[in-house]
């Protein structure tokens, strides 16, 4: 029903940036809210931000100041900028979306799911 492919993930050195990107298609009009959530291997999946269609944003305490969601709406993509990465930045990025409320953003609340775009920070 909901198509979510992000694209943007890759290899970067420490300090670098990125900007993900998520292309979102089918049946979303019953969707509040959109985000970006990580994954580092061995631990559970966490959120980075999250943004309303009325482009209201949350973000996780950790994320402040490392990262900015955007949308452009015409085209249905959120945009995650990323800066100053480091090496605990490294996990697979996902794009979601569902009817969860915007304050809280649980994982559970997500219906829709992107593959994921692994990132790398490394030297």
């Known amino acids: 029903q909901v198509q979510l492919v992000e694209s943007g993930g890759g290899l970067v050195q420490p300090g670098g940036s990125l900007r993900l990107s998520c292309a979102a298609s089918g049946s979303i009009f019953s969707i509040n809210v959109m985000g970006w959530y990580r994954q580092a291997p061995g631990k559970q999946r966490e959120l980075v931000a999250g943004?309303?269609?009325?482009?209201?944003?949350n973000y996780a305490d950790s994320a402040k100041g490392r990262f900015t969601i955007s949308s452009d709406n015409a085209k249905n993509m959120p945009y995650l900028q990323t800066n100053s990465l480091q090496p605990e930045a490294t996990a697979v990025y996902y794009c979601?979306?569902?009817?969860?409320?915007?304050?809280?953003?649980?994982?559970?609340?997500?219906?829709?799911w992107g593959k994921g775009t692994l990132v790398t920070v490394s030297s």
């Open positions: 979601a979306a569902g009817r969860a409320s915007l304050q809280t953003m649980g994982v559970r609340g997500m219906d829709y």
């Open positions: 943004i309303s269609r009325g482009g209201s944003t």
